[in-house]
């Protein structure tokens, strides 16, 4: 098969490493098989490395990641679209894995995620629980169920006649969604843990880590709410029991017990990062809590029928 032609797209919303993502793409081996580089979003100012074959797309209202990727796929002129975020550098090799594995019948690959070496305890933590498979040296297997959107690639025409990502996923999620769609249609996500991208995030404190796990656990809600027509006896009696003020955090609770037994036994590769198994239970516990309280909003307006 021919190499194809690329777009690469970056959402953004005022990305202080944006110009970092743009320089190690700008390094790229196989960079002459870029057409384009969509940056999309709101970034106040804009300034290109020479020699890039870069695009601002502003978005004025409501810039969120998945309309901002939506507009640059819809945008794009190239037959792969390379998805990758502003907070991330990709490694010299990163197109280079992708293409040498694309073909003809294949529509969707994803790379794999790893950290800089100066990041912290919290850092990791909140890696290591966040993107599960995807972290670099996790997962051997050569399918994902799920890839996050900071590292995949894929044909535009499938893309789109799969409906690109759900705009409503405001917050996080809209990865997991466009996941769990694919996999419902019988689509494979093809796993290529060399096409690397390193993941520059800020969150360097129990804090931020928090948070973040906190907020992402709005995506995870919205997903099984709107598919809630699948969910099975045992999955609906947990999520009745979460309305139950006490229960509900007894059952978080037992949720994230169980999660820490099953996550290494599941993936024995994870013990290597031993040190960090402690942090990601807390972690799951913010994860838990937002989970509880996004169900309850979300059960509490379905009752008032809203």
């Known amino acids: 098969m021919h190499n194809p032609l690329i777009s690469i797209i970056i ?27 969509l940056i999309v979003g709101k970034q106040e100012p ?8 870069c695009k601002y797309i502003p978005v004025l209202e409501n ?10 796929a819809d945008i794009a002129t190239g ?11 990709p490694s010299i090799q990163w197109i280079d894995c992708f293409l040498q594995a694309i073909k003809e019948e294949e529509n969707l690959y994803s790379g794999s ?17 966040g993107f599960g498979d995807q972290v670099y040296g996790i997962f051997s297997g050569k399918y994902l169920k799920y890839t996050a959107s900071i590292n995949f690639a894929v044909k535009k025409s499938f893309f789109t006649e799969h409906g690109g990502f759900d705009e409503s996923f405001t917050n996080a999620g809209e990865d997991l969604d466009f996941s769990f769609r694919l996999s419902q249609h019988g689509h ?42 699948q969910w099975s006896v045992l999955q609906k ?10 229960l509900g955090e007894v059952v978080g609770f037992l949720r994230v017990l169980t999660r820490a037994c099953i996550r290494p036994i599941a993936r024995p590769r994870l013990l290597r990062y031993w040190r960090y198994l402690a942090g990601m239970v807390l ?23 809203r």
């Not at 804009?46 to 074959?53: A, R, S």
């Not at 906190?214 to 919205?222: D, I, L, V």
């Open 188 to 229: 494979k996500i093809n796993y290529l843990p060399e096409a690397v991208v390193i993941h520059n995030h800020n969150r360097n404190d129990f804090h931020s880590a928090w948070k973040h796990l906190y907020q992402f656990s709005e995506g995870t809600a919205h997903l099984r709410m709107k598919n809630r027509n």
């Open 237 to 246: 009696i947990g999520y009745s029991a979460i309305k139950i003020k006490f």
């Open 46 to 53: 804009i300034k290109f490395p020479e020699g890039l074959p």
């Open 63 to 72: 810039p969120i990641p998945p309309k901002n990727r939506n507009l640059g």
């Open 113 to 129: 995620v790893d950290l800089p070496a100066r990041m912290n305890y919290w850092s990791w933590c909140d890696h290591l629980l």
């Open 283 to 305: 972690l799951d516990f913010a994860h838990t809590q937002g989970l509880i309280h996004n169900f309850r909003t979300y059960l509490s307006a379905i009752a008032n029928g």
């Open 79 to 89: 037959e792969w679209l390379f998805f990758i975020d502003s907070d991330c550098l």
């Open 11 to 37: 959402p953004t919303l005022n990305s202080p490493t944006l110009h970092d993502t743009l320089q190690a793409i700008q390094k790229l081996s196989s960079l002459n098989c870029v057409l384009e580089i």
